[in-house]
């Protein structure tokens, strides 16, 4: 059953800033890396800042901070320091949600390739990205198993279509953009700088699809959005996944040691990024 948390804290002064970008961090970390619905904050006219959490069920967040520090990981000892004061988490079993879903934060335009169209990604294409998610050789890999249901692909959709700073580009035949392949997305990190994430159903590949959709999507983080640095988190067991961002252009900038713990236990992560050599053309790749 989908259930809810209600969080409260009262912040030090001039921490605000330093808080909420650590909160969006956090919550971006948490979904990826266990599949909750997102949050939303707020800020209350008692003066105290609240956060709404939603999640699949109280379960599944049980097992998503249980045998996890996250107080080692920098965004979570940032929001700790900016708090002066928190009080006790409520939680809430939801009985009807007539809550209606909000649009996106950023847009996601219609980008065109050699072979391929990439749109907006749209909930109605689980049933298709279903051959990738809930293939355990295709998730490997991921911060999480195969998903077993369309149910469960689509809760976990959900956050790449509507969540703040994201931007999911379904991958498709030109002829064809009905049918995902798999998608490209983009998740704005600092201002100016966006992580790159990326998956192709087992019978797409073989043919540079990934490749390709991946290029005209960074052609339109360098300059249409003009970000500075693009930058790729990889298990460093993803041979595959490093030959694709070192075709691109990525460069390895660094390894993080036990950075997640997975289905396939603890694991390293190698950080690869790009930065443009020169100031983009705004008017290029729009």
């Known amino acids: 059953m989908t259930v809810a948390i209600l969080y409260r804290w009262r912040l030090k002064p001039g921490r605000e800033g330093d808080f909420r970008r650590a909160w969006e961090e ?4 948490i979904h990826q890396t266990c599949a909750s619905y997102g949050a939303c904050l707020h800020d209350g006219e008692d003066g105290l800042v609240w956060s709404y959490a939603l999640w699949p069920s109280e379960a599944q967040r049980q097992a998503c901070f249980s045998g996890r520090d996250w107080l ?42 050699e072979r391929l169209v990439l749109r907006p990604l749209q909930i109605e294409d689980a049933e298709a990205l279903f051959a990738a998610l809930g293939d355990q050789a295709s ?3 991921w911060s999480r198993p195969a998903l077993e249901s369309l149910d469960e692909v689509r809760s976990y959709m959900r956050w790449n279509i509507t969540g703040e700073g994201v931007q999911t580009f379904a991958i498709t ?5 009905e049918t995902a392949l ?11 700088t966006a992580e790159l994430g990326y998956i192709l159903v087992p019978g ?8 390709e959709a991946c290029q005209r999507v960074m052609t339109y983080a360098t300059s249409a959005r003009q970000l500075r640095r693009v930058f790729a988190d ?20 660094g390894r993080f040691k036990a950075a997640w713990e997975t289905h396939l236990g603890v694991r390293d992560s190698l950080i690869f990024g790009f930065v443009p050599e020169t100031s983009p053309d705004p008017d290029v790749g729009s």
Do not use: H
């Not at 939801?94 to 996106?104: H, K, T, V």
């Not at 797409?204 to 490749?211: K, L, S, T």
């Open 26 to 29: 956090a919550t971006r970390l």
């Open 72 to 113: 080692e990981i920098e965004c979570f000892q940032v929001m700790q320091s900016a708090i002066a004061e928190r009080y006790d988490e409520v939680r809430l079993k939801i009985s009807s949600d007539l809550i209606a879903m909000r649009g996106r934060a950023l847009d996601v335009p219609v980008l065109e390739s």
């Open 139 to 141: 998730m490997t890999y």
């Open 173 to 177: 035949r030109k002829g064809a953009i």
């Open 182 to 192: 798999g998608w490209v997305v983009l998740i704005d990190n600092k201002p100016g």
């Open 204 to 211: 797409a590949r073989g043919e540079g699809i990934a490749r």
């Open 234 to 253: 990889i298990d460093p067991d993803n041979q595959a996944s490093i030959r694709l961002v070192e075709a691109l252009g990525f460069e390895r900038e």
